[in-house]
T-cell receptor, first 112, second 113 residues
Framework: QKEVEQDPGPLSVPEGAIVSLNCTYS??????FMWYRQYSRKGPELLMY????GNKEDGRFTAQVDKSSKYISLFIRDSQPSDSATYLC????????????FGQGTRLTINP | DGGITQSPKYLFRKEGQNVTLSCEQN?????MYWYRQDPGQGLRLIYY???????QKGDIAEGYSVSREKKESFPLTVTSAQKNPTAFYLC????????????FGQGTRLTVV
């Protein structure tokens, strides 16, 4: 079993839809949770960062962490074609990027 | 502009040849990383370095080597011992310690024929 599981998709939705992307994990020591967005043939860029449980909102994006269920989510409201990308969850037990564990990535397409 | 530069963007090599991928950063970050990305497998850590002249193996270091002679540079050599070298290679850097964000380069697509 992988330490972090993410549905690879692909996921295709119409423009304006609410998108839900999810990851589950097995390591209860993870405390730092991130979502990266990766456009085709580019490097990932950090989208959201959350420490411990709870919600964090940034514009159309909301990140949720449920440590009791070992489950994290990224919601995208009013999705746009420019949101089409691969979304990678990442987590770490410690501060610092040397121990990041990534999910497989979910490929998302927003259709105009 | 500050950032991480990987070169080349695409690289083709014959089987059995060593090849070196370049990674340079001007963000003044202490830590640098090399990841490999394969379809359906996410990112896997190859090597990382937190200080000049020091580096540690990641999860899939076999068949790879690195050096860190300068803070700005962290080249990766894919050796002939790497059994399946065709992949997308990503270099990243971060502030050491409190910051968990890794900044990524644009990647190098290596194809071995």
């Amino acid at each position: 079993q992988k330490e972090v599981e993410q549905d690879p998709g692909p996921l295709s939705v119409p423009e304006g839809a609410i998108v839900s992307l999810n990851c589950t994990y097995s390591n209860s020591a993870f405390q730092y949770f991130m979502w990266y967005r990766q456009y085709s043939r580019k490097g990932p860029e950090l989208l959201m960062y959350t420490y411990s449980s709870g919600n964090k909102e940034d514009g159309r994006f909301t990140a949720q962490v449920d440590k009791s269920s070992k489950y994290i989510s990224l919601f995208i409201r009013d999705s746009q074609p420019s949101d089409s990308a691969t979304y990678l969850c990442a987590m770490s037990e410690i501060q610092g990027a040397q121990k990041l564990v990534f999910g497989q990535g979910t490929r998302l397409t927003i259709n105009p | 502009d500050g950032g991480i530069t990987q070169s080349p963007k695409y690289l083709f090599r014959k089987e059995g040849q060593n090849v070196t991928l370049s990674c340079e950063q001007n963000l003044n970050h202490d830590a640098m990383y090399w990841y490999r990305q394969d379809p359906g497998q996410g990112l896997r850590l190859i090597y990382y370095s937190q200080i000049v002249n020091d580096f540690q193996k990641g999860d899939i270091a076999e068949g790879y080597s690195v050096s860190r002679e300068k803070k700005e540079s962290f080249p990766l050599t894919v050796t002939s011992a790497q059994k399946n070298p065709t992949a997308f290679y990503l270099c990243a850097s971060s502030i050491l310690g409190l910051n968990t964000e890794a900044f990524f380069g644009q990647g190098t697509r290596l194809t071995v024929v």
